[in-house]
Nanobody
Framework: QVQLVESGGGLVQPGGSLRLACAAS????????IAWFRQAPGKEREEISC????????HYAGPVKGRFTFSRDNANNTVHLQMNSLNPEDTAVYYC???????????????WGQGTQVTVSS
């Protein structure tokens, strides 16, 4: 069974940090482009970051650039998203997804996790 499982979400105060993980089973993440998406209540799902399988380059959406860092842990078949300087606008369900290439829309990804809730509130 091919699966992606996110973890690490929770409640954090504004200005705080969280580290999300996305662990794969049934396939090797090293051979896929991996993206992080998020969906806030009442809003469209948006791609916030993607790391390429071909050259390892990482792309970040404007709202998270400079605050979030995406990395691969190939030994554990896992990727991480380090989130710093969090603000209430970052509150959302965060999903990881895998596909052949980094894509401009969610339809370009083959495998999805169930999501993990991140809430930024004082």
């Amino acid at each position: 069974q091919v699966q992606l499982v996110e973890s690490g979400g929770g409640l954090v105060q504004p200005g705080g940090s969280l580290r999300l993980a996305c662990a794969a089973s049934g396939f090797t993440l090293d051979y896929y482009a991996i993206a992080w998406f998020r969906q806030a209540p009442g809003k469209e799902r948006e791609e916030i970051s993607c790391i390429s399988s071909s050259d390892g380059s990482t792309h970040y959406a404007g709202p998270v650039k400079g605050r979030f860092t995406f990395s691969r842990d190939n030994a554990n078949n896992t990727v991480h998203l380090q989130m710093n300087s969090l603000n209430p606008e970052d509150t959302a369900v965060y999903y990881c997804a895998a596909g052949w290439l980094c894509s401009t829309d969610e339809g370009g990804y083959d495998y999805w996790g169930q999501g993990t809730q991140v809430t930024v509130s004082s």
